[in-house]
C-alpha cells in the first residue's frame, strides 16, 4: 500500500520570502503521479503542480517549483516570493498509474503567509 | 465553463438517518471521484465512477454507496449515518480517458447530531 507523509503540520513564513513544503511518500510502483493540491478557507482544492515519476525534470509552474528525488521517494513544494493568497493547507497526493484516479492524500501542511 | 458543482453545500442530520449528496462535473467530464476530509483521518478515497461505471472504491463500509447518471452526474448516499460521518466531502471530476487534471468542487459539509 501506499502511503504519503507530510511531517510539517504548519508553517509561516513572511511575504515575499521563499518556503519549502516537505513531503515523503512510499510505493513499490514504478509509474505514478505525484501532486501538490491546494486548499485555502473557501475550500476550494486547486491543482498547483504536478509530477510524472517518468520524468527526470522538476514540475514548475511561475512561482511553484518541486524537487521530485524518485530513488529518496522525496517530493518537496518551493514557493517562490510568496504572496498573502498563499495563505492555505497544502496537500502532497500520490496517485498510482492505472489507478484511476485514486489519490492517496498526505496530511496537509498549514502554511500561513504574514505580511 | 461552469466548474464542478456540489448540492447541498451544507447538512445537518442526525443519527440513524441517510443522506444523498450530488455532483455535478464540468460538462464533457465523464469520471468522477468522491473523497471524504475529516480532520481525523484527512483526505480518503471514497470511489471513482466513469460512465456509470464504478471503476475503484476505497476502504469504506457499504453504508457508503454511489451512482452516477447518463448525463455524468453523480450522488453519493450514506445510510445510518454515525457522529463519525461528519466530514467535508468533496468531488473531483475529469475527462477520465488517460490522464488529465481532475477539479474538484466546493464539497459538502455533513455534519451528523
Known amino acids: ?115 | 465553463k461552469a466548474g464542478v458543482t456540489q448540492t447541498p453545500r451544507y447538512l445537518i442530520k442526525t443519527r440513524g438517518q441517510q443522506v444523498t449528496l450530488s455532483c455535478s462535473p464540468i460538462s464533457g467530464h465523464r469520471s468522477v471521484s468522491w473523497y471524504q476530509q475529516t480532520p481525523g483521518q484527512g483526505l480518503q478515497f471514497l470511489f471513482e465512477y466513469f460512465s456509470e461505471t464504478q471503476r475503484n472504491k476505497g476502504n469504506f463500509p457499504g453504508r457508503f454507496s454511489g451512482r452516477q447518471f447518463s448525463n455524468s452526474r453523480s450522488e453519493m448516499n450514506v445510510s445510518t449515518l454515525e457522529l463519525g460521518d461528519s466530514a467535508l466531502y468533496l468531488c473531483a471530476s475529469t475527462t477520465g480517458d488517460a490522464y488529465n487534471e481532475q477539479f474538484f468542487g466546493p464539497g459538502t459539509r455533513l455534519t451528523v447530531l
Open chain 1, 1 to 115: 500500500a501506499q502511503t504519503v507523509t507530510q511531517s510539517q503540520p504548519e508553517m509561516s513564513v513572511q511575504e515575499a520570502e521563499t518556503v519549502t513544503l516537505s513531503c515523503t511518500y512510499d510505493t513499490s510502483e514504478n509509474n505514478y503521479y505525484l501532486f501538490w493540491y491546494k486548499q485555502p478557507p473557501s475550500r476550494q482544492m486547486i491543482l498547483v503542480i504536478r509530477q510524472e515519476a517518468y520524468k527526470q525534470q522538476n514540475a514548475t509552474e511561475n512561482r511553484f517549483s518541486v524537487n521530485f528525488q524518485k530513488a529518496a521517494k522525496s517530493f518537496s513544494l518551493k514557493i517562490s516570493d510568496s504572496q498573502l493568497g498563499d495563505t492555505a493547507m497544502y496537500f502532497c497526493a500520490f496517485m498510482k498509474h492505472g489507478s484511476n484516479y485514486q489519490l492517496i492524500w498526505g496530511a496537509g501542511t498549514k502554511l500561513i503567509i504574514k505580511p
